[in-house]
């Protein structure tokens, strides 16, 4: 008798199940070419980036070699075409030695272009930071300590990256323009941070042996 129930179950069972495939077929074959179609897309789209990232590093690379040949003009053009069409963080590399290749010709324009990618709030903070040092490193020489000032004293925070370098163009600046204040400010910085490398040091020290009598304390 138990034999009988247990068919008259597996017949109603199958009868449900036979029920719920009629009704609900055509929705999980529809999610399954879905999940297919999502999966196949995804890979597509590595194998896509995989491959842009790749030809970009290589045209990086023959940019770079064009630059260490000396052929400036040819690398300009190549480093500025990445910085258009190659992926994200390849143009910002590009972008940064456009500039680079620029600044021997036209220190300002590239300072310009420094200034744009520390501007661009898409790019890593890291990177804004280096643009802001070679922009205010190719305007040492010619923009008065106000405007470099305000370029770098951001950077001279305890813990960024930049302090060191920053701390010594805004002393460096100081003096050029007469500030002897400002200058003993920062080299005093320099001289405090035990972090200070070694070759900075030195620096810092040869400068503030030509400070006044006046400045020193």
């Not at 890979?43 to 690379?61: D, N, W």
């Not at 290749?101 to 310009?112: G, M």
């Not at 190719?138 to 004293?153: F, K, V």
Request: aromatic share 6%.
């Amino acid at each position: 008798m138990s034999e009988l129930f247990d068919e008259v179950d597996e017949e109603v069972r199958r009868e449900q199940l036979k029920k719920l495939w009629d009704r609900y077929s055509i929705y999980l074959i529809a999610l399954m070419v879905l999940i297919v179609a999502a999966v196949g897309g995804w890979r597509g789209y590595q194998y896509l980036e995989a491959k842009k990232a790749a030809e970009a590093g290589a045209a990086f690379e023959k940019a770079v070699e064009l630059s260490d040949q000396g052929k400036h003009a040819e690398a300009e053009a190549a480093f500025a075409e990445l910085a258009v069409k190659a992926p994200s963080g390849y143009r910002t590399l590009a972008r940064l030695r456009a500039a680079a290749e620029i600044s021997a010709r036209d220190p300002k324009a590239a300072a310009k272009m420094y200034d744009d990618i520390a501007a661009d709030r898409s790019i890593a903070s890291e990177q804004q930071a280096l643009a802001k040092i070679r922009a205010a490193g190719l305007l040492l020489d010619t923009a008065g300590y106000a405007d470099i000032q305000q370029r770098l004293e951001a950077s001279t925070a305890s813990g960024s990256t930049f302090r060191h370098t920053a701390r010594e163009m805004l002393a460096l600046s100081a003096w050029r323009n007469g500030d002897m204040t400002a200058a003993r400010k920062w080299l005093d910085a320099i001289a405090e941070d035990g972090e200070t490398p070694p070759s900075m040091r030195s620096r810092a020290e040869a400068l503030q042996a030509l400070l006044p009598a006046v400045a020193k304390s």
